[in-house]
Nanobody, 112 residues
Framework: QVQLVESGGGVVQPGGSLRLSCAAT?????????MRWYRQPAGKQRELVAS???????SYPDSVKGRFTISRDSAKNTGYLQMNSLKPEDTAVYYC?????WGQGTSVTVSE
């Protein structure tokens, strides 16, 4: 059974950057399915923040457009979420999803 392993979360000041990674344990998995990143702030519902189709089409909600970039490295079977100009409201646990499989989540805190 494939697993998605996330990493890259942490604590960063407003305006800072982080890059999250999502590594699949099965070859070509990341490039075969739609890859999505979600986030869930404490006490709130999970929300979609980025998606990428197998063909490479990306989409973002207005809340992160222009600041977040989703990408993948098929050779490494790894997806990424580059987050720039981070704001306190970006604080959440971030999850990747592909082919119906969820990662375990990685925590991002944006604070002075």
């Amino acid at each position: 059974q494939v697993q998605l392993v996330e990493s890259g979360g942490g604590v960063v000041q407003p305006g800072g950057s982080l890059r999250l990674s999502c590594a699949a344990t099965r070859s070509i998995f990341i490039s075969t399915y739609v890859m999505r990143w979600y986030r869930q702030p404490a006490g709130k519902q999970r929300e979609l923040v980025a998606s990428m189709t197998p063909g490479g089409t990306t989409s973002y909600p207005d809340s992160v457009k222009g600041r977040f970039t989703i990408s993948r490295d098929s050779a490494k079977n790894t997806g990424y979420l580059q987050m720039n100009s981070l704001k306190p409201e970006d604080t959440a646990v971030y999850y990747c999803n592909a082919g119906g499989t969820w990662g375990q989540g990685t925590s991002v805190t944006v604070s002075e």
